[in-house]
């Protein structure tokens, strides 16, 4: 028979070596693959007030590609990665977020913001087209569905 010390003593240290994995892993970026580098810079620049940390080709894979590697907000970064001639995963640009769930594959970039007005003035003020906007009382949330400059969806979100 096991007694109840040595499950909890097993279960305890589980837990500990799971905290300790966790907690060798932060976001740091996600990369976009878009056919207009510059553009994709420079609305992320003005949009974001994101700050350009590099930029370099891939010579190795193709040099007609270049990455432009972006900080937004305190540590998190966005990968541009453009040139060349891209193939669109979803034929078009969905309509709606019933018909972007339809496909597999990147959904959108969550931000968590400090003030929802002032970012959604802003955004509205640079002439982005906030699509959808909605309060989830069950998750305590304001959210903001918008299209950045090459159609991938991005999302804000703060406490209410």
């Not at 300790?20 to 932060?26: A, D, K, M, S």
């Not at 010579?59 to 193939?87: C, R, S, W």
């Not at 087209?129 to 959210?143: K, T």
């Amino acid at each position: 028979m096991v007694s109840a010390s040595f499950l909890y003593a097993q279960e305890n240290q589980s837990d500990m070596i799971t905290h300790h994995i966790r907690e060798q892993f932060r976001p740091h970026h996600v990369a976009l693959r878009v056919a207009d580098v510059e553009s994709a810079v420079t609305w992320y620049k003005e949009i974001f007030g994101a700050k350009v940390l590099r930029e370099s080709r891939v010579p190795g894979i193709d040099p007609n590609i270049t990455i432009a590697m972006l900080q937004i907000g305190y540590d998190f970064h966005i990968e541009i990665v453009g040139g060349g001639n891209p193939k669109r995963i979803q034929p078009k640009r969905p309509a709606t977020i019933k018909e972007d769930f339809a496909y597999d594959g990147y959904k959108h970039i969550g931000f968590m913001v400090k003030d929802y007005d002032k970012v959604i003035k802003h955004l509205k003020s640079n002439g982005v087209n906030v699509f959808r906007e909605v309060v989830r009382e069950d998750y305590g949330v304001r959210i903001a569905l918008f299209y950045d400059i090459n159609g991938f969806i991005i999302e804000i979100y703060a406490e209410l």
